[in-house]
Structure formats: structure tokens, C-alpha cells
């Protein structure tokens, strides 16, 4: 099955400068990767989505980036703010032998952003 | 709010008890998802329903767990005789069809004591 790595586990910014979370798949026939935030208490928010058809999407201060050959995607936070202190989620999705479009996720990244 | 919901937010009970949690999906989305999700770890996938069909389960679901989802809409997870490694937040998502991204409640926060 699909394995997905994440890392850093942490990282800590000063508010302002840029943050950039790595992760890694296994399935090459993994064709969508979605970042998600979450916050204390609460549930996954989508933040920004790839479809493997494309190198890069941009929405104002995140950005994400993949490399199909190399099995890597990247989320890029430029000009970090404190409400961007949250734990990040990459996962990668792929339709299983049984036709289900299977989502896995990596182990999270916890940012801080220090003021 | 039109997002997925999800109650009780927040279950303590006694192992060995029985417990049940309800997820509203938003009104459009045909596919329903639960994860279970524990500390400091990404959501795992349980099972998931298209309209009421459940399609696919993981092998963490044991036979103590069952999911429903009966007329298409709000779906039930309960979990019989729980055990304290039952102890995790319970996330459902929903999307509108198999290719289109998941929205993901705030969750269920089950401790067993």
C-alpha cells in the first residue's frame, strides 16, 4: 500500500520568514495530494490541493510543489504569520486495486510561528 | 455553518461500554468517510460509504465497530464493548464524488476509562 513521509515532525519560524514541509510517497500511481491544517481541537481544513498533471499551484502565501519522478511534494508558507501555527498534514491518494480512491497521510508537521 | 458536523464532540465512557457517534456530511456529497485519529499521528482511514452503500472497511475496524449511513445521508459509527486503545478522535469526511477533495468534520473525541 501507499506509505506517506513526512518531515520535520517540527519546525519553528519567526514570524515573517517562510516555511517549507516535505513529504515523500511510494505509489507512483498516487495522482492527488492534499495539504490540510489542523488546530487544536478541531478537524483537517484543506488548505491547497495538486493533481499529479501539474509541477505547482499557488494561493497567496502557500504554495505546493511536485516532483513525480522523484516521488516528492513540498508545501511552501511564505511570510508566516502566528495564525499559520497550526499542525500540517500532506497525504496522497490512490485508487486501489478495488477502485477506491484511497487517501493516506503523513504523521503531521507542527509548525510554530514566533511572533 | 454547511460544513460536516459531528456529535458529541467530546464521549468518555467505561470500557466495555457501547457508544455512538453521528456525522451530518454536507447536503450534496454522496461519499462519507470516518477516520480514526490518534495523538500526534495523521488520520487513519476506517471506512466509507457512497450514497449508503458502505464500500470499502480497513482491517482496523474490527468486528466491535459498524457504520452506517441509511438513507444516504447522516452516518453512525458505534463501537461495541470499547477498549481503552478505542481512546482517539474520530474525524468523518465527506465529498461530493470520488474525485473531488474531502471535507472533514471537527470530530469525536472518545476517551475510555
Known amino acids: 500500500g501507499e506509505n506517506v513521509e513526512q518531515h520535520p515532525s517540527t519546525l519553528s519560524v519567526q514570524e515573517g520568514d517562510s516555511a517549507v514541509i516535505k513529504c515523500t510517497y511510494s505509489?507512483?500511481?498516487?495522482?492527488?495530494f492534499p495539504w490540510y491544517k489542523q488546530e487544536l481541537g478541531k478537524g483537517p481544513q484543506l488548505i491547497i490541493d495538486i493533481r499529479s498533471n501539474v509541477g505547482e499551484k499557488k494561493d497567496q502565501r502557500i504554495a505546493v510543489t511536485l516532483n513525480k519522478t522523484a516521488k516528492h511534494f513540498s508545501l511552501h508558507i511564505t511570510e508566516t504569520q502566528p495564525e499559520d501555527s497550526a499542525v500540517y498534514f500532506c497525504a496522497a491518494r490512490v485508487r486501489d486495486s478495488g477502485g477506491y480512491q484511497k487517501v493516506t497521510f503523513g504523521i503531521g508537521t507542527k509548525l510554530q510561528v514566533i511572533p | 455553518d454547511t460544513g460536516v458536523s459531528q456529535n458529541p464532540r467530546h464521549k468518555i465512557t467505561k470500557r466495555g461500554q457501547n457508544v455512538t457517534f453521528r456525522c451530518d456530511p454536507i447536503s450534496e456529497h454522496n461519499r462519507l468517510y470516518w477516520y480514526r485519529q490518534t495523538l500526534g499521528q495523521g488520520p487513519e482511514f476506517l471506512t466509507y460509504f457512497q450514497n449508503e452503500a458502505q464500500l470499502e472497511k480497513s482491517r482496523l475496524l474490527s468486528d466491535r465497530f459498524s457504520a452506517e449511513r441509511p438513507k444516504g445521508s447522516f452516518s453512525t459509527l458505534e463501537i461495541q464493548r470499547t477498549e481503552q486503545g478505542d481512546s482517539a478522535m474520530y474525524l468523518c469526511?465527506?465529498?461530493?464524488?470520488?474525485?473531488?477533495?474531502?471535507?472533514f468534520g471537527p470530530g469525536t473525541r472518545l476517551t475510555v476509562t
Open positions: 469526511a465527506s465529498s461530493l464524488n470520488r474525485d473531488y477533495e474531502q471535507y
Open positions: 505509489d507512483s500511481a498516487s495522482n492527488y
